[in-house]
């Protein structure tokens, strides 16, 4: 399957009646009463100025072409309504055009803005409610911080803005001046390494959007809900799903007017208990998470039609959780139902997804640490009578520490028979070796000796050679004693 990323790089030229082909735009002619045009997939560069366009055009598609620039008999059409500007090499977009007053939907997707289209910020245009700036990955290039402060004091009027994958991050305070979206979305399921990262919500600019009512935040590396996260109290949509979400606030659940909550592909361990709370919630994605459980007031949401809840780590659900028209249970730690209505169920609710396995799923099996608490008596002893046994050897070969025995050879002359080529095992290696024998310990537990330890052994296995001198002393000193 080819990624975003892939895509951004390769051609962009689609397939429209099968062939493209190039056009000479100065042949280009329509009549009067036409009103919709579509040229895309023509590898056109320009459009020449002698082009005319029907007086009432509205409706005009350049999409998959090779524009590096809006042509100018484009920016002099004053009747457009819906202008498509996609997938092609357009850098700026900054020059006010005719119809700035006129249009209502304006796709700038996919092409190679280095900078906003200033004059949507300038005149915010009136009957403007549809912009589309996604995969724009070089939009933040030309805001300078004179350029990015002059933009912050602009509120654009537009209603639905996509602005998904481009590269917000340290920018990411320009979405402040959508503060009258009604839909946002700034990330999409395609996974691409041109995401916006916000980190988490709500983040510097979307705290300004509190109008908002469909919020998109897919792969956009969230990792924290913050509690003021039901300042977005007219929140009807939210998508959070592809991120690294741990757990969410108990404050979520203020959010009285969500419908739809989407939070697959994340971390969550469990559901805040007020969950209740949301009566009007409608549809629920939960899937490939790591819920362990529900809250048990989960089955006061009357109006709840749609709940998956599959991949995640249940061992029970409440029985009344099947009363919904679609839902999915398979992959969890218990036996999913297998009676024909359930059937039904999963089948609705997987219509158009891919790749999934039904049934129970396969509990891990997690080996005991070496640093578990659970020690038996037997073993508690056992380790006991090893060091006792490890001190006993170890005396008999100490040197006297009494005084009046400094004089005597057996304290001046190594102790050769403690001479061993490998060093003898710790306590607790010992009995690591006898249970990875019986198979109780995985290998990674056979920690080696301290390196300290291996030289203290040594030292006193292979001493120092000594050299024999004459003096006042007969003993068996170096000239270093």
């Known amino acids: 399957m080819e990624t975003a990323d892939e895509k951004l790089t390769g051609e962009k030229n689609g397939l429209t009646n099968g062939i493209t082909k190039d056009v000479d735009s100065s042949y280009l002619n329509w009549a009067e009463h036409i009103t919709i045009i579509d040229l895309s997939n023509k590898n056109l560069k320009n459009i020449d100025e002698k082009t005319k366009f029907?007086?009432?055009?509205?409706?005009?598609?350049?999409?998959?072409?090779?524009?590096?620039?809006?042509?100018?008999?484009?920016?002099?059409?004053?009747?457009?309504?819906?202008?498509?500007?996609?997938?092609?090499?357009?850098?700026?977009?900054?020059?006010?055009?005719?119809?700035?007053?006129?249009?209502?939907?304006?796709?700038?997707?996919?092409?190679?803005?280095?900078?906003?289209?200033?004059w949507v910020w300038l005149e915010s245009p009136k009957n403007l409610s549809e912009l589309n700036l996604n995969y724009n990955v070089n939009i933040t290039n030309s805001l300078t911080d004179?350029?990015?402060?002059?933009?912050?004091?602009?509120?654009?009027?537009?209603?639905?803005?996509?602005?998904?994958?481009?590269?917000?991050?340290?920018?990411?305070?320009?979405?402040?001046?959508?503060?009258?979206?009604?839909?946002?979305?700034l990330g999409v399921a395609n996974f691409s390494s041109f995401c916006n990262v916000l980190e988490e919500i709500p983040c510097i600019g979307l705290d300004k959007c509190c109008d908002i009512e469909r919020l998109n935040l897919q792969n956009t590396r969230i990792y924290n809900i913050k509690a003021n996260i039901d300042m977005f109290m007219h929140l009807v949509e939210i998508?959070?799903?592809?991120?690294?979400?741990?757990?969410?606030?108990?404050?979520?659940?203020?959010?009285?007017?969500?419908e739809i909550c989407i939070l697959s592909y994340n971390n969550l361990l469990y559901?805040?208990?007020?969950?209740?709370?949301?009566?009007?919630?409608?549809?629920?994605?939960?899937?490939?998470?790591?819920?362990?459980?529900?809250p048990d007031r989960i089955?006061?949401?009357?109006?709840?039609?749609?709940?998956d809840l599959y991949n995640n780590c249940l061992n029970e659900v409440p029985d009344e959780i099947q009363n919904v028209k679609e839902l999915?249970?398979?992959?969890?730690?218990?036996?999913?139902?297998?009676?024909?209505?359930?059937?039904?169920?999963?089948?609705?609710l997987r219509i158009n997804i891919t790749d999934r396995y039904d049934?129970?799923?396969?509990?891990?099996?997690?080996?005991?640490?070496?640093h578990s608490n659970d020690i038996t008596d037997d073993e508690e002893e056992f380790l006991k009578s090893i060091e006792e046994n490890n001190k006993t050897v170890y005396q008999q070969y100490d040197p006297p520490s009494s005084p009046e025995?400094?004089?005597?050879?057996?304290?001046?002359?190594?102790?050769?028979?403690?001479?061993?080529?490998?060093?003898?095992?710790?306590?607790?290696?010992?009995?690591?070796?006898?249970?990875?024998?019986?198979?109780?310990?995985?290998?990674m537990d056979a920690h080696t000796v301290p390196i300290v330890e291996l030289v203290k052994y040594e030292n006193k296995c292979n001493p120092k050679v000594w050299v024999e001198v004459e003096g006042q002393f007969d003993d068996y000193s170096d000239d270093d004693s």
């Open 271 to 294: 559901l805040p208990d007020d969950i209740n709370k949301l009566k009007k919630l409608v549809r629920l994605h939960m899937d490939n998470n790591e819920l362990c459980m529900l």
């Open 239 to 258: 998508d959070l799903s592809m991120n690294n979400i741990g757990g969410l606030p108990k404050e979520f659940c203020n959010l009285e007017k969500l």
């Open 54 to 118: 029907p007086p009432n055009l509205y409706d005009l598609s350049l999409s998959h072409n090779n524009l590096s620039e809006v042509p100018n008999v484009v920016l002099k059409l004053d009747k457009i309504r819906h202008l498509d500007l996609s997938y092609n090499s357009i850098t700026y977009f900054d020059d006010t055009p005719s119809f700035c007053h006129t249009i209502e939907a304006l796709n700038l997707s996919w092409n190679h803005l280095a900078g906003p289209p200033y």
């Open 328 to 348: 999915d249970l398979a992959q969890n730690y218990f036996d999913e139902p297998d009676n024909e209505e359930y059937l039904v169920k999963k089948e609705k």
């Open 299 to 307: 089955i006061e949401l009357k109006s709840l039609e749609f709940v």
């Open 146 to 185: 004179i350029y990015i402060e002059e933009l912050l004091n602009y509120s654009v009027k537009v209603a639905n803005i996509k602005i998904a994958n481009c590269r917000l991050h340290t920018n990411v305070d320009l979405i402040c001046t959508f503060e009258r979206a009604k839909s946002l979305e």
């Open 405 to 443: 025995d400094w004089d005597s050879d057996k304290y001046w002359v190594p102790c050769s028979e403690l001479h061993c080529t490998t060093p003898s095992l710790s306590p607790w290696m010992f009995y690591v070796k006898q249970k990875m024998a019986e198979g109780n310990f995985c290998p």
């Open 359 to 370: 049934g129970r799923k396969v509990e891990r099996v997690r080996q005991d640490s070496e």
